[in-house]
């Protein structure tokens, strides 16, 4: 349970001092952002696992946001590849196991062909990394939140079930969205069942999205607090505990940790010990 990102709350900015408040203010974890560029050095990200194990903080990465495994330029899906490389040599260093990315957009390519661009990119970035001696950092496709971006709960569970080194990464406010304002928490449990996971990444907050035009569809736009309830994640939260999954929370809710001490504190409503 915590933040993508440094908190709000802290006072110094770095990652680093990141770690050491949401320490503080106890919680657990912090997916560490690379979304604007990979700008950490290896030493740096030496540096921030050792704190982060230290404190018994969990860390992830989440990779820079311009990528598209589909790219009709090869270059640009060269680039993307690169820069979840990049992500996934700090994720190593930092003794972080998984480096979410978005993957692709479709474009123009049918459902069927950007699937396999997006496998065979994720094969070959799997190859580069296993010859740098990388081979405990899972590569985490997202689920999406717009109708134009590869990425459905269905999609990604498939390259999961095709390709064992990588795993989902289940946001629930784009599955929210995406779906038009509707979400089942048990059925995306259920579905996900299939790859028997011992531990499961995911993202929160709550969403605004506008429709597009399809019944049942939409596409987000922007991260709200939990209190608008969009969607109301008390029922996440008990189906966890009875499921008794093994689930990390990472808040990308506008509040940050704010919100991610409110979902521990439903947690611990149900009776749960942190």
């Known amino acids: 349970m915590g933040p993508a990102g440094v908190p709000v709350s802290s006072k110094g900015r770095s990652t680093l001092d990141g770690i050491k ?77 998984i480096v979410v990315f978005h993957p692709a957009y479709y474009g123009k390519l049918s459902r069927e062909e950007a699937y396999q661009k997006v496998k065979e990119a994720c094969e070959d970035m799997r190859d580069i990394l296993k ?18 971006q590869f990425g459905t709960l269905d999609e990604i569970i498939q390259i999961c079930r095709e390709l064992k080194y ?43 999205f506008t429709s597009v035009g399809i019944k049942g569809k939409g596409n987000e736009k922007r991260h709200l607090p939990l209190k608008t309830k969009k969607p109301d994640f008390e029922p996440l939260v008990g189906e966890i505990l009875k499921r008794k999954i093994n689930t990390t929370l990472i808040s ?23």
Not at 252 to 274: C, N, R, T, W
């Open 21 to 97: 408040t949401i320490s503080d203010l106890g919680l657990n974890a912090m997916e560490v952002e690379f979304v604007r560029g990979v700008k950490m050095g290896l030493d740096m990200a030496k540096e921030v696992g050792e704190l982060s194990k230290g404190l018994n903080i969990r860390l992830s990465i989440h990779a820079p946001y311009y990528i598209n495994l589909c790219s009709k330029e090869k270059e640009k899906v060269k680039a993307s590849k690169q820069r979840i490389i990049k992500s996934a040599e700090r994720a190593h260093a930092m003794n972080a196991d």
């Open 252 to 274: 990308e809710s506008p509040i940050l940790e704010q919100d991610a001490l409110v979902i521990k504190k439903m947690f611990e409503g149900h009776g749960y010990k942190f």
């Open 166 to 208: 990588c795993s989902p990464v289940i946001d629930w406010a784009h599955i929210y969205a995406r779906q038009g304002g509707r979400i089942d928490f048990s059925g995306i449990f259920d579905k996900v069942s299939v790859l028997k996971p011992k531990h499961l990444h995911t993202h929160f907050s709550c969403i605004e």
């Open 131 to 148: 010859n740098k001696g990388i081979i405990d950092v899972r590569l985490g496709l997202e689920t999406t939140g717009k109708v134009s």
